[in-house]
């Protein structure tokens, strides 16, 4: 813009209309393009103006209003700290896959590494309420992935979306949190210390100024951006009307893939997951799936350690008999006995054929390598470890270590 050195004229321009109340990013999109840039716009008479959009939001749009003066001001002002950046439809940095969707924002609010936008992304999001296992891999997942460089995007939830983001942080992709509040209005106020972190190391996004804080309806709308700024999007965990099927469903419109972890059938947060690969999403049990599927699989990994014992160490009894489904304790002690008995009958053969045969004797509980009340100590033993998850109906499940 002439006589705008330094673009400031022109990014008040960009929020001028980001911010009239009732010009969503589908006007703005409708007026970029009859009429051109926000200051060819904001030269449009109102007649002009109303025969695109009605003469309501015209009105609104060429008004003077000291609330959104005021906003351009305060936005201008935080773009001018370190780190902070507005990105308008016309900045280079602003992500080229977002444009590909029908309404993209006209001004985003960036906070943190804005070249993080520019590289191969996956959106990972699940429930708020996720199991032990599914935080673990939900973490296991985005640090492999973006050891890899994918960035990780989610939405700064509790649950899933915190494990990915914390697994991605301080990979080489890192990871983008897309928030449903302004940049320093951070929702909810636990993820206070995540989001620190990441606008420090990462990249906070919203289309929302600073000091808007939560409301209804932006979650939802925040959810269209984490799928357009992917190649695809995983959902870990999910019970069936988890706002992560909203977001699997709009990258699905997108033309993105669809990948969904599978679970136990007893759980509730596998439900959602379970739907979506009935409906043709890609089921995936290991990074490789994801890196095929996206064909991404030159992306090389971080070179794995060399073992200090190259032999196989035997599976712990107990975790064997756990198995990965939830099991509760009366079950899984009728595994270890009967594991126990197999074990007995092999030796005894063995000893037969060696003309070794041992004395016949009872099976009793003391007997067994786990007797009950030594089993549950050991599953209180590898709950603590992190290894064995106890859930609320008194079920043991495993988990992946």
Not at 264 to 290: N, Y
Request: hydrophobic fraction near 45%.
């Amino acid at each position: 813009m002439p006589g705008d050195p330094d673009g400031r004229a022109e990014r008040a321009s960009w929020l001028h209309i980001a911010l009239t109340p009732g010009i969503g990013p589908v006007t703005a999109a409708r007026l970029l393009a009859a009429l051109g840039l926000p200051e060819d716009i904001l030269g449009t008479s109102h007649a002009g103006l109303a025969a695109l959009i009605g003469p309501a939001a015209a009105a609104s749009l060429l008004h003077d209003d000291p609330i959104r003066t005021a906003a351009i001001r305060a936005s201008l002002a935080w773009s001018e700290q370190p780190h902070c950046h507005l990105l308008t439809l016309a900045h280079p940095a602003y992500p080229a896959r977002l444009l590909q969707s029908a309404d993209p924002p006209p001004v985003l609010w960036a906070q943190g590494r804005i070249e993080l936008l520019a590289g191969a992304a996956l959106a990972m999001v699940g429930s708020r309420s996720a199991t032990r296992g599914g935080i673990e891999t939900a973490r296991s997942f985005a640090n492999s992935l973006g050891e890899r460089g994918i960035t990780i995007v989610s939405g700064l939830a509790q649950g899933i979306d915190a494990a990915a983001h914390r697994g991605a942080l301080d990979t080489a992709g890192g990871t983008v949190a897309v928030l449903g509040t302004g940049t320093d209005r951070i929702y909810p106020r636990q993820q206070a210390a995540l989001a620190a972190a990441i606008a420090q190391r990462g990249l906070l996004l919203s289309e929302l100024p600073p000091g808007t804080e939560p409301r209804r309806g932006a979650f939802p709308r925040r959810n269209r951006l984490i799928a357009g700024l992917s190649l695809g999007v995983l959902v870990v965990e999910a019970a069936v009307q988890s706002g992560s099927l909203i977001t699997a469903r709009l990258a699905a419109d997108l033309g993105r893939d669809v990948f969904a972890m599978p679970g136990s059938i007893h759980s509730p947060t596998a439900k959602g997951c379970h739907q979506l690969i009935k409906q043709g999403a890609r089921l995936v049990e290991s990074v490789a799936d994801v890196l095929s599927e996206l064909g991404l699989d030159s992306l090389a990994g971080p070179t794995p350690r060399p073992l200090a014992n190259t032999g196989a160490l035997p599976e712990d009894p107990l975790l064997a008999a756990l198995g990965w489904d939830p099991v509760d304790p009366e079950t899984l002690l009728e595994r270890l006995q009967s594991g126990a008995l197999g074990a007995r009958r092999t030796a005894r053969n063995t000893a037969a054929e060696q003309d070794r045969i041992p004395p016949e004797g009872p099976c009793s509980a003391q007997s067994l390598p786990v007797e009950a009340v030594g089993m549950l100590e050991r599953l209180v033993g590898l709950e603590l470890s992190g290894r064995v998850e106890r859930l609320a109906d008194g079920r043991f499940k495993r988990l992946f270590k």
